[in-house]
């Protein structure tokens, strides 16, 4: 199946200071890439939709200028946390479509600690 | 509003019986529905999928049952191993439309050996 690889896996932040987190479609080419957020003992609660050479959409609720998202390529999308708060601490996922129908398929996810 | 729910938070299952997991959804303009399986701090993996034209998808010990009248889909795996012990959640979305998937917020299932 196709692969979703997200980079890093683990990264512990300092308050106030912000944090980018790569989401990658390794063997096909994705227009749209989707960004969640996983609350403990939650279900995936969708924060965006990343466009390929657009602007994202984002969710109702979700902060625009906190998380910005930005898909420079096909290939790539990126999630940087600004300004990170102990709150912004998540365990955040990206997928991408792969065809239509087609599977969502997600990457392994990224654990954002904020002290 | 959730259009997708999953009932059960949880479920415990002997290993080599069945494991029957519920997933009843809203929206009748689905068309589209999956069951991902997700264990702790990994993104959740793709299992099986079915569309809306069918009524059961069989994929290994793996089956999906989908009963449109009552938008209720069901995912049964037999025989039950530990290692199906995770997260499953179903999701939906349209076919040919639009990007969205809607997932339920999950079922955690313990197979005990």
């Known amino acids: 199946g196709a692969v979703v690889s997200q980079h890093p896996s683990r990264v512990i932040c300092k308050s106030g200071t912000s944090v980018k987190i790569e989401c990658r479609s390794l063997?096909?080419?994705?227009?749209?890439m989707f960004w969640y957020r996983q609350f403990p003992k939650k279900s995936l609660m969708l924060m965006a939709t990343?466009?390929?050479?657009?602007?994202?959409?984002?969710e109702q609720g979700v902060e625009k200028d906190k998380f910005l998202i930005n898909h420079a390529s096909l290939t790539l999308s990126t999630l940087t946390v600004t300004s990170a708060h102990p709150e912004d601490s998540s365990f955040y996922i990206c997928?991408?479509?792969?065809?239509?129908?087609?599977?969502?398929?997600f990457g392994e996810g990224s654990r954002l600690t904020v002290l | 509003d959730q259009q997708v729910k999953q009932n059960s938070p949880s479920l415990s299952v002997q290993e080599g019986r069945i494991s029957i997991l519920n997933c009843d959804y809203t929206n009748s303009m689905f068309d589209y529905f999956l069951w991902y399986k997700k264990y702790p701090a990994e993104g959740p993996t793709f299992l099986i999928s079915i569309s809306s034209i069918k009524d059961k998808n069989e994929d290994g010990r793996f089956t999906v049952f989908l009963n449109k009248s009552a938008k209720h889909l069901s995912l049964h795996i037999v025989p039950s191993q530990p290692g199906d012990s995770a997260v499953y959640f179903c999701a939906a979305t349209y076919a040919n439309t639009g990007n969205q998937f809607y997932f339920g917020t999950g079922t955690s299932l313990t197979v005990i050996p």
């Open positions: 990343s466009n390929e050479g657009s602007k994202a959409t984002y």
């Open positions: 063997d096909f080419q994705a227009t749209t």
């Open positions: 997928s991408a479509r792969q065809g239509f129908p087609g599977e969502l398929f």
